[in-house]
């Protein structure tokens, strides 16, 4: 029991210091550009591993100067109501999630085609955003580019941009598959989550930066979770020993703000450290190894001192 508390206490002193230095000891964006009329940064919470409900969720996001929260779009009208009701109580943003709920190709599509429609042409209130876990890694590219031109045509008739994730398993999976979609569809758009990349591809993409170049100057919205080449998700980006990846992340995250800045454009970002056993946990008990939620709000306050207006 003591050796128990003892660990807890070590974990919190050092998150606290970690916390108070990490911002300090990234370097200083070069050539940030003057922020635009109608640049905007909105930091978003996610309900990945949250315990209660959507009131809760917002209640807890707002008191930590969240501006809104990213969740899958629901199918249900009480579930609908449930979300709506919780952001307009509030003053929060709202970005959806969707995808298909099948494998099989044509059954995928006709779902997701479905979803977006609902998500995007809701009356109650419009999201920032739809993104999408696109597709599947094993379709094929013909097929994963009809799934394109489907969120393609809904972004333009409904006005709500809809964006294709850098994930694992989906159409977006790796680097090099990725840009074949964006070199062949000028209107695709990215939810980067450069995180998956770095474990797919086992490395911090220093010999792929021309790709990676594409896919910065192609990204919407950004899933903020630090990845290294083992994993997608580091155990605690306050430590010390994640300074190289947590730089990394920076680094590419900088050249989206300084678009999104010189354009006047809103830079959404979500917050995405996830729960166990995405967060790594101890042996036998599967606690986790560092608090979830702190990290998340933590990550939120860095964001908003670098690049907030």
Not at 11 to 40: E, Y
Not at 70 to 75: F, M, R
Not at 128 to 151: A, F
Request: aromatic content about 10%; some cysteine; glycine content about 6%.
């Amino acid at each position: 029991m003591q050796q128990t508390i003892n660990r807890r206490n070590f974990l919190q002193r050092t998150a606290a210091l970690g916390a108070g230095t990490l911002l300090s000891q990234l370097p200083a964006v070069a050539n940030m550009p003057a922020a635009q009329a109608g640049f905007k940064l909105v930091v978003l919470a996610t309900d990945w591993g949250f315990p209660g409900n959507r009131d809760a969720l917002c209640k807890e996001a707002k008191e930590a100067g969240y501006d809104g929260i990213e969740v899958w779009w629901p199918g249900s009208p009480e579930a609908q109501k449930e979300i709506f009701d919780a952001v307009e109580k509030y003053g929060l943003e709202v970005g959806f999630l969707a995808s298909g709920g099948s494998n099989e190709f044509s059954e995928h599509a006709k779902s997701f085609e479905a979803t977006l429609l609902a998500a995007t042409g809701n009356r109650r209130k419009k999201p920032l955003y739809v993104n999408c876990h696109s597709g599947r890694d094993y379709y094929t590219e013909l097929q994963n580019n009809l799934l394109i031109d489907i969120t393609t045509r809904i972004a333009r008739s409904s006005g709500v941009p809809v964006y294709h994730e850098t994930h694992r398993a989906r159409m977006m999976f790796a680097a090099h598959i990725t840009r074949k979609f964006i070199e062949a569809k000028p209107d695709l758009r990215l939810t980067l989550d450069i995180s998956h990349w770095c474990n797919v591809h086992e490395s911090f993409l220093a010999d792929q930066k021309e790709t990676v170049t594409l896919a910065l100057q192609r990204t919407g919205h950004i899933h903020a979770r630090i990845g290294h080449p083992e994993g997608p998700q580091v155990n605690d980006p306050r430590a010390p020993e994640w300074d190289h990846a947590v730089k990394a992340h920076f680094a590419w995250w900088d050249e989206v703000a300084k678009m999104k800045r010189a354009k006047g454009e809103v830079m959404t970002v979500l917050t995405e450290f996830g729960p166990a056993d995405y967060m790594p946990t101890l042996p036998y008990t599967r606690q986790p190894l560092a608090d979830q939620w702190a990290i998340n709000v933590h990550m939120k306050d860095l964001l908003k001192a670098r690049y907030g207006a």
